[in-house]
């Protein structure tokens, strides 16, 4: 069976969580395995993971701590969507890549955080992607795309409908990575990603159903890819 790995973005799990906004994706999510794919949703860290990895940093925490923090915040975000998906409970939240398969034995979906230190749930989703033998990762997020700047601090970023991986790479390079600011997509992601030819295509997820369109093939968002 086919399947596709669906990145939710932190952007989705506001420190106060928004149920309405969850039980919306989880609605989109859904519809997904109907259409005879296997789905892995990858949750990001989201508020709750930038506010303990920066009470964490202030403590004096080591990069590698403020991650696992980091990624404690994800598996509690996919648990939440695992609720909202109605998947049988209590849902244990895969903590290696070979839990993927075992889940997908079982059902259709499986919903899980981070991994292990250095790396974000973009990674992750690529990875899964690789395991399960999809070739399209989608990442949802709070922006339409990916723009040659971040649009809400320059009004005029350009949005860039297609871009291959050295080219998202060349873009990335200029941004910094440290535990919880990971910017637009993790390079790590995009370096998976190319390796294996999985493509990965960025839609705006505040409107749930581009994650659907996307899977359908629509031109939504934009893509990195071969
Ligand atoms: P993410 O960076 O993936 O969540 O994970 P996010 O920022 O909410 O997602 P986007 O940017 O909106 O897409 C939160 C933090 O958890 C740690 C990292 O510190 C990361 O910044 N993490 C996550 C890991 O160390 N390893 C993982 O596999 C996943």
Do not use: W
Not at 67 to 81: F, K, Q, W
Request: glycine residues 12%; positive net charge.
């Amino acid at each position: 069976m086919k399947a596709v790995a669906v990145k939710i973005g932190g952007f989705a799990f506001p420190v106060e969580p928004d149920m309405g906004f969850l039980r919306r994706c989880a609605s989109v999510l859904k519809r997904i395995p109907e259409e005879g794919l296997k789905l892995v949703v990858v949750a990001g860290g989201g508020g709750l993971a930038r506010r303990l990895i920066r009470a964490a940093r202030a403590l004096g925490a080591p990069e590698a701590i403020c991650d696992e923090i980091g990624i404690m915040a994800t598996r509690v975000n996919a648990s939440l969507l695992s609720i909202a998906l109605g998947l049988p409970s209590p849902m244990r939240i895969p903590t290696g890549l070979q839990d993927i398969g075992e889940a997908l034995d079982k059902r259709d979906i499986v919903v899980m955080g981070g991994l292990q230190p250095g790396q974000s749930t973009d990674a992750v989703a690529v990875l899964a992607a690789e395991l399960t033998g999809a070739s399209l990762v989608v990442k949802a997020t709070d922006v339409d795309g990916i723009y040659t700047a971040d649009p809400r601090r320059h009004p005029g970023a350009r949005k860039l409908e297609r871009l291959s991986y050295d080219e998202a790479l060349e873009l990335l390079s200029k941004m910094a990575v440290k535990a919880g600011t990971y910017e637009l997509l993790d390079p790590l992601a995009i370096r998976l990603a190319k390796r294996s030819g999985v493509a990965i295509r960025v839609v705006d997820g505040r409107e749930p159903g581009n994650i659907y369109k996307a899977i359908k093939g629509a031109d939504v968002g934009s893509l990195v890819g071969p």
